[in-house]
């Protein structure tokens, strides 16, 4: 998996059939400050730096525009690789904090021609004043 990972980084800097060094060189640094821990977190570190760069050409496309199509068409394309990668952020900090759901399992026995409450009850309402 390592071989064909650090091809794809290395190509994720290209344009057409030329690498860019500087671009592939700041992707791995960015995977390597994140520190993934496991491959899940490599691929999804991996996957943040690949929109990240590519939101960035987005950028720059839309500072050199000739005319309103094409700067309608950049701002399109930028505004829809913001959004994932704000949702791949918060997918890693999900995904790191590792938290777990708690189930609880309760027996209730309701006879019959009774009423059973599910959920949790509080007392409220009136005060005691009103009783």
């Known amino acids: 998996m390592q071989s064909e990972w650090l091809g794809q980084m290395a190509k994720l800097g290209s ?4 690498t860019d060094e500087s671009a592939s060189n700041f992707a791995l640094g960015f995977v390597d400050a994140m520190q993934p ?7 999804l570190t991996t996957q943040i730096a690949a929109i990240h ?6 950028a720059q496309r839309l500072n050199h525009v000739d005319n309103i199509p094409q700067q309608d068409a950049a701002e399109r394309a930028l505004n829809k690789l913001a959004r994932p990668f704000a949702a791949q952020m918060d997918t890693l900090k999900r995904y790191r904090s590792k ?4 189930v609880r399992v309760e027996r209730v026995t309701v006879e019959s021609g009774a009423q059973a409450v599910v959920g949790n009850v509080e007392r409220g309402g009136r005060g005691d004043a009103e009783r």
């Open 99 to 102: 938290r777990q759901q708690t």
């Open 53 to 58: 760069q590519a939101t960035m050409m987005l």
């Open 15 to 18: 344009q057409s059939r030329r």
């Open 37 to 43: 821990k496991d491959a899940a977190e490599l691929l």
